[in-house]
């Protein structure tokens, strides 16, 4: 099998697939920042000024920072620096390629794929590592990929 797929930079679709990518990681940090701004509205309320300062503050910059985070690492990927990217898939393994960037793993390192409608997320080692937006592909050969990744069982069926 060798399935090729080649993509246009795109803003909105890079911040998307950085959140897919770093979707467990966001999660913590979320349920993190809200604690803290809680217990930091909760002082304010109660009047507790000290701890209103010392647990709001760092609560709304926990919430807020990975927003502005992935929106940067997005501009930065897609402004400046905006490369077409291909994707080879193939029965040993998939791969990405730019002007600047060459990744890939052989399927035997992959421990899971994760779908998360828009993206497959490449996990390795606990970490998502590539994201391939698999919406892109034809439906033919999404359905070949899909079905080889159930086979290989790196993908959960839906």
Do not use: C
């Amino acid at each position: 099998m060798l399935i090729t797929l080649t993509v246009q930079p795109d803003r909105n679709r890079t911040r998307r697939s950085l959140r897919a990518r770093m979707r467990g990681s966001l999660r913590s940090w979320n349920l993190v920042g809200g604690g803290l701004s809680v217990a930091g509205l909760s002082a304010l309320i109660l009047g507790i000024p000290i701890g209103a300062g010392v647990l709001l503050t760092p609560g709304v910059i926990i919430l807020v920072g990975p927003w502005v985070l992935t929106r940067a690492a997005a501009k930065a990927r897609t402004g400046v620096f905006a490369e077409t990217a291909t994707y080879e898939i193939t029965d040993s393994g998939v791969r990405v390629f730019t002007r600047s960037l060459r990744n890939g793993y052989e399927w035997s390192a992959v421990e899971r794929v994760e779908d998360n409608g828009e993206f497959w997320v490449v996990v390795v080692n606990g970490t998502g590592v590539l994201v391939l937006p698999f919406t892109l592909l034809p439906e033919p050969e999404e359905r070949k990929v899909r079905d080889f990744l159930l086979e290989r069982k790196l993908l959960a069926p839906v």
